[in-house]
């Protein structure tokens, strides 16, 4: 239950924004116009002016003229957006995008025709126009059919980013101006200087428009934050009459004066100013993706101010709760604006909001702290799927806090997922993090870790994320690169055909081929769009507050100080499992032709029913079984090794990242019957390196076995989906039982776990009455969902995943 | 060369339990029980040779199972609809028919597995074993009806450092169990009524040998004795005193006593076995419900409600 009346009534009413199979599951949700209007209006308006400048004046355009909210009951204020029910357009980024939404019932009537006018001034200006530029119509074909690779970042808009909040927290946005101020007015004396030395001035050239881009846009932030200020002073002066919100409004209206404009103070100070920071880095100065920071960390030392010493806005532990509760409630109502692909992509769910907790500290003590306490009450308390958290995993983590992870768990949020604190701290180091660096490590996104910090903004979308549809890559490599069961094209390189491979080598070699296509495909596609970034969708704001790009004078979207890159590999046991069928029982057994087994395949196999059995009962990953497990490390190693072949801009090879998203519901559905046993159209593997729903047997001891087998060192991240027994978790020995369970996780050096706890009974009655079950929630994928905003289909899958249950006596 | 012991057929080797001693245990079940004790919640478990599951919602009535029968056991009715029927008595165990069914409505219930196999599935959680305070438990069935092999189970895991448990209704020869001892960490010690006769009229075998071996078993190993609490059999305050009374008289007191309220879980399995339930509609019974016996227990020795933890 909230804990208090007012988050009860703010819950009540939250306009969530989940969608469902591609649709906002709440119909009240509709596009907005301001944030379109005003971008329009600006660029019309600065033609001849540096690029940067542009950018930078159509932010402040917005932050000066865009509507502002303050609604009943809130503590935290400030939306992205003129109304909580609608969100934004973007329509410098895709063309394809834009148009989807103008055309859909999203876009009201009233403005259709203004939106439409604004999607076609931008075409030619958009990055997706850009992007093209650089692809033959062919690869074009490939890359839009979302089935061997994600569309490129150009085309879907989808982007994502981790600003640095602890600037604005620390120092404040004056202070923040003073220090570009004073980069700016070195540049510009150094131009006065003579001699005359063109490769030292030269480069400062642009970096000048640069520092003068960050001025504007953190003038324009101060500025549109204390227009909060004014509006919350105006309601309490002129109309409201409950005495007690009459001082919040006056306390509302106090922080925004100060905030983001100097150092936070107290606890309500450090909330707001992280809160607008959010608002103009995700939603304002472009669409971005995520939530991530250490918000245990960021907000310990205003708590300790608030809470414990009460020197400064001095609260109760339950009114720093109930401040939480607050801000969950803002990101659930906080509206992204995804291309339908992504929107199908992440069922049930609004956008990737992770934030990261626990860890160990610089020092080496655990990081928990009563913070971390207070953010996993909140996110039981108020049962909202976003923001999700992930929690970092370590020996040396305090009891108390581990036991409010296992009642989040135990009480069915699918959150935390747990993140093994050694295996992704060590990553980082690889890429040159200091230690100290890389103790400050979190979710950029939903799977992968990053640094966080003042000077290491993340750039997730184009530097980490995409996907590459392994399975979809392996069906194609039984076809000679063609696709016959969705696109009906040649959808990668001509390998050969399944018939032609006389060894089990030769088939895997033809694979490897598809697997270096797809990645180096989507690869391309993310380092275009950056490259095209740089030059004309900068964001200033976001590097007025990176201490890097201060220093620099470049902008963030370009800076890379700590290379980052990975590639997501989806729908990796649907292949596997179908090469350890094909090994067997092809290769090894010769109980069946390669031509039987396609015959078989191309016929869905139907009329092929027995055979079907056999590749069905082949021995699955998952088992702790040393046939299959053999082959599917080998895979795995493939894959690795696949993406070291690549070079992407920030100097380095991105690594694999084992997850699912989403996509192996709608993905899945564009893969034809595979040798697994599968049937063309069901859903493939739900996650990583998970076991295929319901094939692991052996129960969740075996699942780790097998999955330790991979080194997960060698992979960006890799997501493991466990569904334990409600009764099992809620019993009187849960607690231990999970403990001992997820300590043996620990030492045997896996990167991740994450749990849905909700029995199959339960499930199946939210199925028949959801009216009744609004609170279920599960876990799809790297993030967690109201179960009863999911499509049939996608509760189906989380139903058959396998509930691991306490082995009563057989 | 070492000399060839009698091998059981084996049901499961299931990891990850939860309920049969201490931590995550890997519980080891031998096919066959001199016992038959009317509620047994694994009557997989009762006979020693290979058995037969049917799973009815599996079945497509395709009727291969009754063409390849050698023994003409399987009937299939063409006109209504009908599932298949088994004659039990007529099956030879050939299992013809599971290689057959095309479905896998048909399951062959029982393994022949060797030494090194068993001993390989069971030692793969080590790693849990060693976080949790688990082991292996070496369940039935009746382990005491294949003692040699036993034996040399416990005997192997304790040369890899496993925590052993053995499960067992305590019938059997004091010179199996004994050996068996010298090995086990733990025994899971049935005492299901104290009357000898109304124990041998409901479960088949008197319980005398039982008590016997318990008196001569605490002397030497770790026990806790679990009671299963079955209505109308056992589940009455003269039975508990009584047992209270024996506990009592023994040299070394028993570790715990569990109590296992009756429950009706075992129940798909009969259907599945083509066995009549004895127990049908008969509800769960509650914690509450064993609450008192636990109470006259517990003056004696440590007792707890539990073992299933499924409610």
């Known amino acids: 239950m909230p804990i208090t009346e007012r988050t009860k009534r703010l819950k009540a009413r939250c306009r969530w924004k989940h969608t469902s199979a591609g649709e906002f599951v709440d119909e009240t949700v509709r596009t907005g116009i301001e944030r379109a209007r005003l971008i329009t209006e600006s660029h019309k308006n600065t033609v001849g002016e540096p690029r940067v400048i542009r950018r930078a004046r159509g932010l402040a355009n917005i932050l000066n003229n865009i509507t502002i909210i303050i609604q009943e009951d809130e503590l935290v204020v400030g939306d992205h957006i003129e109304h909580p029910e609608a969100i934004p357009l973007y329509p410098e980024l895709s063309y394809f995008v834009t148009l989807d939404l103008v055309q859909s019932k999203y876009c009201p009537d009233e403005v259709k025709e203004e939106a439409m006018e604004i999607c076609n001034y931008w075409e030619p200006y958009t990055l997706q126009r850009k992007g093209e530029a650089y692809y033959t119509e062919d690869e074009l074909e490939r890359a839009y059919q979302f089935s061997t690779v994600e569309g490129p970042a150009f085309v879907t808009g989808f982007n994502s980013i981790v600003p640095p909040y602890e600037t604005v927290l620390e120092d404040g946005l004056q202070k923040r101006i003073e220090l570009i101020q004073a980069k700016l007015d070195d540049a510009l004396a150094q131009l006065r200087e003579f001699p005359w030395d063109a490769s030292k001035n030269l480069p400062l050239l642009e970096k000048i428009n640069n520092w003068r881009a960050m001025i504007i846009t953190d003038e324009a932030v101060i500025a549109w934050a204390r227009r909060h200020a004014r509006l919350a002073r105006i309601i309490a002066e002129n109309f409201e009459t409950d005495q007690n919100r009459k001082k919040e409004l006056m306390e509302i209206s106090d922080i925004c004066n100060r905030m983001p404009a100097e150092p936070a103070k107290g606890l309500r100070d450090a909330m707001q100013s992280k809160w607008f920071v959010f608002l103009v880095a995700h939603g304002l100065e472009r669409y971005a993706s995520g939530y991530a920071q250490l918000e245990d960390k960021l907000l310990y030392p205003y708590y300790k101010t608030s809470v414990i010493e009460k020197s400064f806005q001095p609260m109760t532990r339950d009114e720093a709760q109930e401040l939480v509760e607050c801000e969950r409630l803002k990101v659930s109502e906080h509206g992204s604006c995804k291309d339908r692909g992504h929107r199908e992509a992440f069922p049930g769910s609004n956008d990737l909001f992770i934030l990261t907790l626990g860890g160990i500290k610089t020092d080496g003590s655990d990081a928990c702290n009563d913070m971390t306490d207070i953010i996993l009450d909140a996110a039981l308390s108020i049962r909202t799927t976003e923001p999700s958290i992930a929690f970092r995993w370590h020996p040396k983590g305090r009891m108390e806090t581990k036991k409010r992870v296992f009642d989040c768990i135990a009480a069915g949020l699918g959150y935390p997922s747990i993140k093994h604190e050694d295996v992704n701290y060590s990553q980082l180091l690889k890429w040159g993090a200091t230690p100290e660096q890389a103790r400050d490590w979190l979710l950029v996104l939903c799977m992968s870790p990053g640094v966080a910090g003042r000077r290491a903004t993340q750039k997730c979308r184009t530097e980490g994320g995409g996907s590459l549809f392994v399975a979809k890559c392996f069906e194609i490599a039984l076809y000679n690169g063609f696709d016959p069961t969705f696109s009906n094209t040649q959808q990668g390189p001509e390998t050969g055909n399944a018939e032609d491979f006389d060894t089990f080598e030769k088939l895997w070699e033809a694979f490897a081929k598809q697997i270096q296509y797809g990645v180096s495909l989507a690869v391309k596609g993310k380092d275009i769009a950056r490259t095209i970034e740089q030059h004309y969708l900068q964001i200033p704001f976001v590097s007025s507050i990176d201490d890097g790009c201060v220093e620099t004078g470049k902008d963030a979207s370009g800076l890379v100080e700590l290379p980052n890159p990975w590639h997501n590999i989806i729908l990796n046991t649907t292949a596997s499992d179908s090469l350890v069928a094909m090994k067997k029982l092809i290769y090894d057994d010769k109980k069946y032709t390669m031509k039987e087994l396609i015959t078989a395949l191309q016929a869905n196999w139907q009329g092929y029913e027995d055979m079907r059995r056999d590749f069905l009962n082949v021995t699955k990953w998952g088992n702790d079984d040393p046939y299959a497990d053999e082959i599917t490390v080998k895979f795995y190693d493939m894959l690795a090794d696949e993406f070291a072949k690549v070079t992407m801009y920030s100097g380095v090879a991105p690594m694999p990242l084992g997850q699912s998203v989403g996509h192996y519901i709608t993905v899945g559905s564009k893969i034809g019957a595979t040798p697994n046993g599968r049937l063309h159209g069901e859903a493939a593997d739900d996650g990583g390196c998970s076991p295929y729903m319901g094939a692991d047997k052996k129960g969740p001891t075996a699942v780790l076995k097998s999955v330790s087998k991979i080194n997960h060192r060698k992979f960006k991240g890799m997501l493991l989906n466990q569904r334990l027994s409600a009764e099992q978790m809620r019993s009187e020995k849960g607690f231990d039982i999970w403990l001992d369970y997820m300590d043996t996780w620990y030492d045997l050096d896996l990167d991740h776990v994450q749990f849905n706890v909700a029995s199959t009974k339960e499930l199946m009655a939210a199925q028949e009455e959801p009216e009744k079950y609004p609170d279920l929630i599960v876990r799809v994928a790297g993030f967690s969902a109201r179960f009863v905003d999911l499509s049939r289909y996608a509760q189906d899958t989380i139903i058959a995943r396998t509930e691991q249950s306490f082995g009563v006596a057989q | ?311």
């Open chain 2, 1 to 311: 060369m070492e000399p060839q012991i009698k091998m059981p057929l084996i049901t499961n080797i299931q990891r990850y339990s939860l309920d049969d001693g201490p931590g995550i245990r890997t519980v080891v079940f031998i096919k066959g029980c001199p016992l038959h004790c009317p509620w047994c919640h694994n009557p997989e478990n009762i006979s020693n040779k290979m058995g037969l599951y049917f799973h009815a919602d599996k079945c497509e009535r395709c009727g291969r199972c009754v063409a390849v029968c050698p023994e003409n056991a399987i009937t299939l009715l063409e006109f209504d609809g009908s599932l298949p029927q088994r004659d039990r008595d007529k099956c030879s165990q050939c299992m013809k028919c599971v290689l057959e069914c095309p479905t896998g409505a048909l399951e062959q219930v029982g393994e022949t597995l060797t030494m090194d196999d068993i001993l390989r599935e069971s030692v793969s959680d080590m790693p849990f074993y060693r976080k949790s305070g688990g082991g292996v438990t070496i369940s039935g069935g009746e382990p005491l009806l294949f003692p040699e092999f036993t034996l040399e189970l416990a005997r192997e895991l304790k040369k890899k450092y496993v925590h052993v448990a053995v499960e067992t209704s305590g019938f059997g020869d004091w010179e199996h169990l004994s050996k068996i001892a010298e090995y086990a960490d733990l025994f899971l010690f049935d005492l299901k009524h104290m009357n000898s006769l109304r124990h041998q009229a409901v479960v088949g075998v008197p319980n005398n040998i039982i008590h016997d071996n318990l008196r001569k078993l605490v002397n030497l190993n770790r026990v806790v004795v679990r009671v299963p609490v079955i209505p109308g059999f056992n589940n009455d305050n003269h039975n508990f005193n009584t047992m209270a009374e024996f506990l009592k008289s023994l040299n070394r007191p028993v570790a715990s006593v569990d109590l296992l309220p009756f429950h009706n879980f075992g129940e798909k399995k009969y259907r599945q076995l083509d066995k009549k339930y004895n127990y049908k509609g008969m509800p769960n019974m509650q914690k509450e419900e064993v609450t008192e016996f636990m109470e006259i227990l517990k003056g004696t020795v440590n007792t707890t409600i539990g073992g299933i933890t499924i409610q």
